[in-house]
């Protein structure tokens, strides 16, 4: 006799999902916590920023002391922006109805900085700054890139290489996001089966199988389709398509 549905559910299919969830709950967790370290960190870079231009509104400091605390300054700005972007992104807030393809770029590229340079990856942009903007909401737009670039980042794990994010117009007013990567590729038999749920090609606590196809079901939500192509040994391409906002 087959056992009744509770009791295979109480076996490896539950545990495994317990699992997953304490880890997300850990995730969850984590980022209340760094939400406050975040405003904690902006209180002693407001005062830097004002400190440095302070100084530099002085007349007879020396040139290399100028040059000194302009670079000062100018590295607590970016970092200060950085941290605005990280609390705005981790917020439960909907963000803006509009986004800017280029800006989520930047900024998705800035924030994985560390992890491309730890895996010895370089990190390209190739910006069409006369793009219009896309009728996304801003931190899903962020959230759909990160996906793309981190699973991307993954994939080049010890492998070095080169990642480049691309924005292009396209035909029907329609804006379009390239993740172009020099990995190992994905094999065809896996090709068609990654936007799959649960599907994974990545070694056991690397993933859940469950990124791309969130990534695909967050970007078909707002009326947009995401492609993949790949060559093992060459690379891989992922194209996002959005219409433009009206």
């Given at each position: 006799?087959?056992?009744?549905?509770?009791?295979?559910?109480?076996?490896?299919?539950?545990?495994?999902?317990?699992?997953?969830?304490?880890?997300?709950?850990?995730?969850?967790?984590?980022?209340?916590?760094?939400?406050?370290?975040?405003?904690?960190?902006?209180?002693?870079?407001?005062?830097?920023?004002?400190?440095?231009?302070?100084?530099?509104?002085?007349?007879?400091?020396?040139?290399?002391?100028?040059?000194?605390?302009?670079?000062?300054?100018?590295?607590?700005?970016?970092?200060?922006?950085?941290?605005?972007?990280?609390?705005?992104?981790?917020?439960?807030?909907?963000?803006?109805?509009?986004a800017d393809v280029n800006l989520t770029a930047e900024f998705v590229l800035e924030f994985v900085?560390?992890?491309?340079?730890?895996?010895?990856?370089?990190?390209?942009?190739?910006?069409?700054?006369?793009?219009?903007?896309?009728?996304?909401?801003?931190?899903?737009?962020?959230?759909?890139?990160?996906?793309?670039?981190?699973?991307?980042?993954?994939?080049?794990?010890?492998?070095?290489?080169?990642?480049?994010?691309?924005?292009?117009?396209?035909?029907?007013?329609?804006?379009?996001?390239?993740?172009?990567?020099?990995?190992?590729?994905?094999?065809?038999?896996?090709?068609?089966?990654?936007?799959?749920?649960?599907?994974?090609?990545?070694?056991?606590?690397?993933?859940?199988g469950l990124g791309l196809f969130v990534t695909r079901t967050l970007v078909e939500s707002m009326?947009?389709?995401?492609?993949?192509?790949?060559?093992?040994?060459?690379?891989?391409?992922?194209?996002?398509?959005?219409?433009?906002?009206?």
């Open positions: 006799m087959s056992q009744p549905p509770q009791k295979q559910f109480d076996g490896v299919i539950s545990n495994d999902l317990l699992k997953q969830l304490a880890y997300n709950e850990k995730m969850a967790e984590l980022g209340r916590i760094s939400a406050g370290m975040v405003h904690e960190v902006n209180a002693p870079l407001s005062v830097i920023i004002s400190a440095a231009q302070m100084i530099l509104r002085e007349d007879d400091i020396p040139d290399f002391v100028r040059e000194m605390v302009g670079r000062i300054s100018s590295e607590a700005q970016r970092l200060s922006q950085m941290t605005r972007g990280l609390l705005n992104f981790s917020s439960h807030d909907e963000g803006t109805h509009e900085g560390y992890e491309a340079a730890r895996r010895g990856v370089v990190l390209l942009r190739n910006l069409d700054h006369r793009l219009p903007a896309v009728g996304v909401e801003s931190n899903l737009l962020k959230q759909i890139l990160l996906n793309l670039v981190m699973n991307a980042l993954q994939a080049m794990e010890g492998d070095g290489g080169r990642l480049m994010v691309e924005t292009v117009a396209l035909a029907e007013n329609q804006v379009g996001i390239l993740v172009v990567d020099t990995g190992p590729g994905i094999p065809d038999d896996a090709l068609g089966k990654i936007f799959e749920p649960y599907y994974t090609t990545k070694k056991p606590g690397d993933g859940t009326g947009g389709s995401i492609d993949v192509s790949s060559t093992v040994g060459e690379g891989t391409t992922f194209a996002v398509r959005f219409p433009a906002a009206e």
